[in-house]
């Protein structure tokens, strides 16, 4: 089990920064990768950013440029870097950690926090 749970989300402006820190805890030598989706209301659930245990990091196709992930891997810790936000970022931002033990994967989430940007 991989308990993960998220920080920093808030009332932003367009144009505006913020950074969400996402901590985890448990079960993390089986974790592979550590990172961000994000679901706004009546939209899927969409890739933010990731950050394998290799340092390897893949976007979103509407955040490149302006967000940046990170991982501190001795403190079990990933952020979201988020700059130049727009209204349409707005939407609740989940941590995702993927694992692998043998042949079987799975994932876990976080409970998700707030990110709106408005003026």
């Known amino acids: 089990q991989v308990q993960l749970v998220e920080s920093g989300g808030g009332l932003v402006q367009p144009g505006g920064s913020l950074r969400l820190t996402c901590s985890a805890a448990g079960e993390l030598s089986i974790m592979t990768s550590l990172g961000w989706y994000r679901q706004a209301p009546g939209k899927q659930r969409e890739l933010v950013g990731i950050v394998t245990n290799g340092g390897q990091t893949t976007y979103g196709n509407d955040v490149v440029g302006r967000f940046t992930v990170s991982r501190d891997i001795e403190k079990n810790i990933a952020y979201l870097e988020m700059n130049n936000l727009r209204p349409e970022d707005t939407a609740t931002y989940y941590c995702?950690?993927?694992?692998?033990?043998?042949?079987?994967?799975?994932?876990?989430w976080g409970q998700g926090t707030q990110v709106t940007v408005s003026s």
């Open positions: 995702k950690a993927d694992w692998r033990v043998g042949w079987q994967t799975g994932d876990y």
